[in-house]
């Protein structure tokens, strides 16, 4: 062994070090000490192997909580939120690299309801109103290629919903047909932010009676009419829907179990929400084949040749 100091090659070991046994050495000119030299880990400063942060995060995607994970993967739950926490900025990175320059043609927006530690009745003055209570996350997805294109979590005002817009435009390389549902902040925020260079339409549903009987508490509203408005440009009729992005959102409530209702495992935190929806859009776009197209959206929008796997997830920088 080589001193790390010196450069003397006469060492002598000198005990070990840490739960894992590192060996340490002991330089016989400079008696300076030093540990072995570790290969470098995909996750950083984690122990935990590249095989079993796949199962967890494997896991994660597939509709299980933090707690279930743990009991199915023999890992600590800390072990596994930390492990969101460094496999979901690598995720989001990826997203934000790749996703550009799309060409898309049609693109559908909507939005999905969850909420962060308590839902937004509960929440008291001295609480930061931006972290918690209800969260809304704005989904556009490319109705040809399956891909969703952008999202951003934030609450349902006019700001999230420029900032939602303004990141789909600047993800775009061609002049797109953009349809959303009735959300009144749509309409100024697409046209300040593509001003006549888009053909845009709102799908607007009207709803029949909800919630006045005791059976239909938890029963979906009854669809009276649909209306679809023309906001800017030429869209074409046949292809106003939202109807693969509200598919996109039921995947969302399936396979997010911080998404599932009337349970305890919704998000604690913010940022371990987001960690876990570009955990999901990075799974969705890159690794997981859809039914019908037959492989990924990633590689249907030619972003890559080939399937990703989980562990190319885990160590995507």
């Not at 330089?27 to 995909?42: D, L, R």
């Not at 490319?142 to 700001?159: I, P």
């Not at 799974?283 to 997981?288: G, I, L, P, S, T």
Request: net charge positive; with cysteine; hydrophobic share 35%.
């Amino acid at each position: 062994m080589t001193c790390t100091r010196c450069k003397h090659q006469t060492c002598k070991r000198f005990g070990t070090y840490g739960k894992r046994k590192i060996q340490r050495w002991r330089c016989n000119s400079c008696k300076a000490t030093f540990c072995q030299p570790q290969a470098q880990s995909p996750l950083g400063t984690m122990y935990t192997s590249e095989e079993a942060a796949a199962r967890a995060v494997q896991c994660l995607i597939e509709g299980c909580s933090i707690r279930s994970t743990e009991r199915l993967t023999g890992m600590n739950r800390n072990t596994i939120l930390r492990l969101l926490e460094v496999v979901g900025p690598r995720c989001a990175a990826l997203l934000d690299t790749r996703l550009r320059n799309l060409r898309c043609r049609y693109v559908q927006c909507d939005e999905i309801w969850t909420f962060v530690q308590k839902k937004q009745r509960r929440v008291r003055g001295d609480a930061n109103p931006y972290e918690i209570g209800d969260q809304w996350v704005f989904v556009a997805m490319d109705a040809e290629t399956k891909l969703v294109a952008s999202y951003f979590v934030g609450k349902r005002t006019m700001e999230s919903t420029r900032s939602f817009i303004n990141d789909l435009a600047r993800r775009l390389g061609s002049q797109i047909q953009l349809t959303t549902d009735g959300f009144a902040f749509y309409q100024n925020a697409v046209a300040d932010t593509f001003g006549l260079d888009v053909d845009f339409a709102q799908l607007i549903k009207l709803y029949g009676d909800y919630g006045q009987h005791d059976e239909g508490r938890y029963s979906p509203p009854r669809i009276t009419e649909v209306i679809s408005k023309v906001r800017i440009g030429n869209p074409s009729t046949r292809d106003i829907s939202t109807s693969y992005v509200e598919r996109q959102n039921l995947t969302m409530r399936m396979q997010l179990r911080r998404f599932t209702r009337l349970t305890n495992a919704f998000s604690k935190k913010l940022d371990n929400l987001k960690f876990a929806l570009a955990i999901h859009f990075a799974y969705q776009n890159f690794c997981r084949i859809h039914g019908t197209l037959r492989v990924t959206p990633a590689m249907e929008a030619g972003l890559t040749d080939h399937v990703w796997s989980i562990a190319e997830l885990l160590t995507v920088q």
